[in-house]
């Protein structure tokens, strides 16, 4: 059974970092696409940055140069290291998996989903 829990969500002020990690459980991690997404009120869930098998990653323009995916795959764990905060990245983060050979930000690809984990940016 595939599980996915987010930890290190917060509250911080404009300008801040926070550094969020996915423990994945129950499949062999290291040949899975993961990803970010995240999901403000009011609006539609979407793609934050997502990484492949190989390493290769990618991300939504708002967060580039801000925002760097990366994994350990002897720990099973997705990061997302996140600084410069905004305001408008305040919103519920979710880790995400998909065992294809594809890998981009697109929600319908992804059959596996954490909880969240709540950033809040302060101005």
């Known amino acids: 059974q595939v599980q996915l829990v987010e930890s290190g969500g917060g509250s911080v002020q404009a300008g801040g970092s926070l550094r969020l990690s996915c423990a994945a459980s129950?499949?062999?991690?290291?040949?899975?696409?993961m990803g970010w997404f995240r999901q403000a009120p009011g609006k539609e869930r979407e793609g934050v940055a997502v990484i492949d098998s190989d390493g290769s990653s990618s991300y939504t323009d708002s967060v580039k140069g801000r925002f760097t995916i990366s994994q350990d795959n002897a720990k099973n764990t997705l990061y997302l290291q996140m600084h410069s905060l905004k305001p408008e990245d305040t919103a519920m983060y979710y880790c995400a998996a998909h065992s294809g050979s594809w890998c981009y930000a697109r929600l319908a690809d992804f059959d596996y989903w954490g909880q969240g984990t709540q950033v809040t940016v302060s101005s």
């Open positions: 129950g499949y062999t991690y290291s040949t899975y696409c």
